[in-house]
């Protein structure tokens, strides 16, 4: 990291510190621990960014005030995690979301197509708390899905509307076959208890013998 980067970091007044070379199963937490570990302080938000809901290899970290920015970069630039060398760069202000904000939120962005699922924490809120899950039948219904989850702490279960929304198929010969999901929970202990139970498991085997095998992640 050189003192001309680190100081047109400061002379831009920008805000973030994006992150590339990553594997790509790198965790939130993983980042965090990095960051005491380097001794980077005031972070406000640590981010994994995605394309298409998939992570990229790739985070944001957002501090509350640009100084904050040039040691941040000297500390991060060329670290390593899990046997790969990261680099530091100072990036430009990130995305809104907002209006995506609480479960009611989510749902209408859903209902709109809205939900892309690109750049940091995939473009949504509540980052640990949403889980997506590939493979499911196609024709598979949102109130069905629902039932499907009831055992699961949903966000928005208690107002009668869960947080289960289906995204647009993926990319792919088998895409138009299967069906993605987007679900949203109470806590992100709930989100891996979600995880846990379903990734790499029949979908309803007692309808569609072994059909169907899902594929869940936490975002």
């Known amino acids: 990291m050189t003192t001309r980067t680190a100081t047109q970091a400061t002379r831009g007044l920008k805000l973030h510190v994006g992150l590339t070379g990553l594997p790509r199963t790198a965790l939130q937490t993983d ?10 302080e005031n972070v406000s938000h640590v981010a994994l960014n995605y394309k298409r809901f998939k992570p990229t290899g790739t985070a944001t970290l957002a501090f ?6 040039p040691a941040a970069l000297k500390a991060l630039d060329r670290t390593v995690l899990g046997g790969k060398t990261i680099k ?26 809205a939900l892309k699922g690109d750049g940091p924490d995939a473009g ?29 702490k949903l966000a928005g279960m208690d107002q009668g509307k869960p947080v289960v929304i289906k995204l647009e198929s993926g990319r792919g010969p088998s ?9 949203r929970l109470e806590s992100v202990s709930e989100a891996y ?6 990734h790499m498991q029949q979908w309803r085997p007692d309808l569609y013998d072994d059909k ?4 869940a992640a936490v975002i």
């Not at 430009?92 to 209006?99: G, L, M």
């Not at 949504?124 to 493979?135: P, Q, R, S, W």
């Not at 895409?175 to 987007?182: G, H, V």
């Open 31 to 40: 980042l965090q621990r990095l960051c005491g570990k380097a001794k980077v």
């Open 64 to 69: 509350s005030r640009p100084e904050y920015v």
């Open 88 to 113: 530091a760069t100072a990036v430009d202000s990130v995305p809104d979301v907002s209006r995506m904000r609480g479960p009611k939120g989510l749902l209408e962005a859903g209902q709109r197509g």
């Open 124 to 152: 949504l809120t509540g980052a640990g708390k949403n889980v997506v899950l590939y493979g499911l039948p196609a024709r598979l219904l949102p109130s069905v899905m629902a039932d499907n989850l009831r055992k699961f």
């Open 175 to 183: 895409a138009s076959a299967t069906s993605r999901w987007l679900c």
């Open 193 to 198: 208890r979600l995880v846990r139970t379903l």
């Open 212 to 215: 169907y095998v899902v594929r």
